[in-house]
């Protein structure tokens, strides 16, 4: 009998078992696709596996079976994991056997926070992110202007202040240089942008402009603008600035896939290139023009969760409504994302006390705070999944507030809402946290930019109580999920869970906060289970587990247990139990994705 025929015969016996099998599933309210999978699997009998996958050191992250040896994986999913006698229970004449040499194996990883298709964008922006000086900064835009045209734009992006003293840019230093050619260029945390006089001439910005609401227009002693544009006042000038083609976007998504996947990132929570003060529209486009159209053409090789803007949480709901938050197993619609302040490198976080090298600087809202916390309700209401990005000590317990007042207005349900970054917490804030219910969003490596100018912002004693607290979260009981909010740090899962085991920034020989370091498996988890978790994906990702996609990461040395000095590089990735990308080092063949 062909295979064909076979698959005809194993129909026809399920339909026999629909009966059967409409009493024997659990209830709507606890349905579970793995749970519903091995029932099924039992009934009809094992299907056989494509692929069976041996010879390796697997943390599964499941619970239940923590360490394996071998995988049997068939049309993408896992039949069955544990040992190899396990899995040669689905051999059959066709299945592929492939010997991973001992290797440690995990989940595959999913940043829980990224601006994946402005990222894809930004690979071939100018990179200021390692300038560490005045003069390297002039020189790295004088060389982008050798080899632009007269007249173009020159868009730059990831510059840090602090990397050279903590001076702002000014238009004197770049306006000899660029005399024909506009220039702008974003911070590294996407709070404040610097241009100069040839691009600000363009946006109509000069020393009458006025501040528009949530944003700064820094001006010199002469109160002409130095450059520098902070929050809402980026979107003075990013309205006169050329935008990626719709081609350019959807090259950006297929380029951000290809880096995800050689960092062992099979799945991200994207967060789209919404700013406050700019229109949410460009989210929605990204969704219907790029996503949607490459995921109808099996374009998307990673898998994505897509947020919008909150103010769009009326469109969205209409939309989940009528198509379901699941479009396929490579795209579905996460939720909605709002922010409720800036960065603490930009100074706008929102803190109780005053910067401690700015007195009269207390940072603040981005947006209306009652408008914030309206809106979260009414999203939450909708039944739709909310993500507030807060920094500083008082936004987050602003944020708080709001949930505690959500949760008494719209009664309990499982709503996983989440805070983005969590950075700075005020006295007994991790016990009220974990008692909100809510999920920490955190990316570790902000923390190694960050030490380097905490304590000079905050003072010691608040730096050093509140900061990056991952390790008093976790001991309160709240889940973690980590991420990097590429491409203000680089996509690099390794390095994340690096950074919040060690924290120890760049040239430093001791950690920032030894006490608030975590555990490697912890780390492990934030990047697998709890970030799927924190998605709504874990029925599908996240662990290694009977029924779950197969999604895994093949890596060249074992992870744990690890100190973290010394990590372990990806050698090949897995989706859907297909290689999608391997070292040199790796052995076995790359087939085509899908």
Known sequence: MGRKQKRLCLGLRFLALIPVLIVLAPAPSSFSWVSFYSLLNGIIGATRADTIFTNAVIWTGDSSLPWANSMAISEGRILGIGSLSEAQRYTGPRT???????????????????????????????????????????????????????????????????NWGGILPNVSWIDSVTPHNPVWMVRMDGHMGFANSVAMAEAGIDSRTADPEGGLILKDCEGGPTGVLMENAMSLLVGVLPEPSLADRRDGLSRACTHALSQGITSVVDFGAYIPGFPAEQSWSDLDDVYIWADSLSKISVRISAFLPLQTWGRLAGRVGEKGRVISQWLRIGGLKAFADGSLGSSSALFHESYA???????????????????????????????????????????????????????????????????????????????????ASVQPMHLLDDATYVVNKLGEERAKGGSYLFRSLLNNGTRLALGSDWNVVPLDALAGMQAAVRRTPEGWSVPFLDSETIPMEAALK????DAAYAAFMDEDVGSLAAGKLADFVVLSDSLLPSSGETMPKVEATYVGGLQVYASRKWPHPLPVLR
């Open 357 to 439: 090298d700015d007195p009269s600087n207390y940072g603040g809202f981005v947006v209306d705070p009652d408008w914030l916390r309206d809106e979260i309700i009414d999203a939450d209401q909708a039944g739709l999944q909310v993500a507030v990005h807060v920094i500083g000590d008082a936004a987050v317990d602003s944020l708080l507030r709001v949930v505690e007042t959500m949760n008494v207005t719209n009664g309990p349900r499982d709503r996983r809402f989440r805070l983005e970054h969590v950075q700075h917490l005020s006295s007994g804030g991790p016990a009220r946290v974990a008692k909100s219910g809510v999920i």
């Open 96 to 162: 592929r056997y492939v010997d991973l040499g001992g290797k440690f194996v995990t989940p595959g990883f999913i940043d829980s926070h990224v601006h994946f298709i402005s990222s894809g964008l930004k690979m071939k922006y100018l990179n200021m992110r390692d300038v560490r000086s005045r003069a390297e900064f002039v020189k790295k835009v004088e060389l982008a202007v050798e080899a632009t045209k007269k007249g173009d734009w020159i868009i730059g992006d990831s510059w840090n202040h602090h």
């Open 526 to 529: 934030g990047y697998t289970v």
